[in-house]
């Protein structure tokens, strides 16, 4: 009994790790439901980048969820009787609260805030994901992109 619930905690960590994976938010990736898209072009030029933190996932489905399955399993794993039934309670509330923070943190993601004084004189500001393809830089020529509300900035 041990040993199988030793495969299964660790076929759920690593869904854990590939559930905490998020969808990049460079301004050079695209979702696939925004591929072959018409969007809006707009020129200017940066003045002002920030650097930001973007929060990671909050929602807690997949890293909260896992890790209650996992701290279950183990709190099950101690003692015997009503003893057992409490430690699997205990280690799911447990594993369920360090697996949202674990999924929170793995999720979190450099940014930054640019600025941009479009050619129509107007300002737009716009938060994205850090890009190491691309470094921005204040008074640069770009474009911005605009589909809806979601808009991205990119040389």
């Given at each position: 009994?041990?040993?199988?619930?030793?495969?299964?905690?660790?076929?759920?960590?690593?869904?854990?790790?590939?559930?905490?994976?998020?969808?990049?938010?460079?301004?050079?990736?695209?979702?696939?439901?925004?591929?072959?898209?018409?969007?809006?072009?707009?020129?200017?030029?940066?003045?002002?980048?920030?650097?930001?933190?973007?929060?990671?996932?909050?929602?807690?489905?997949?890293?909260?969820?896992?890790?209650?399955?996992?701290g279950g399993i183990a709190g099950s794993n101690v003692g015997g009787g009503s003893g057992s039934t409490i430690a699997t309670v205990i280690g799911a509330v447990a594993g369920g609260i360090a697996g949202q923070r674990i999924e929170e943190a793995t999720s979190r993601r450099q940014g930054y805030e640019i600025t941009v004084r479009l050619d129509n004189g107007s300002l737009v500001s716009v938060v994205q994901e850090a890009d190491n393809n691309q470094q921005f830089s204040p008074g640069q020529r770009v474009r911005v992109l605009g589909q809806g509300s979601t808009m991205r900035v990119s040389y």
């Open positions: 009994m041990k040993r199988s619930a030793m495969i299964i905690a660790l076929v759920l960590s690593g869904a854990v790790l590939t559930g905490c994976a998020q969808s990049s938010l460079t301004g050079t990736s695209y979702s696939r439901g925004e591929a072959r898209q018409a969007q809006s072009v707009q020129m200017g030029r940066i003045e002002t980048i920030v650097p930001v933190i973007i929060e990671g996932r909050t929602d807690g489905v997949v890293g909260a969820g896992t890790g209650a399955v996992i």
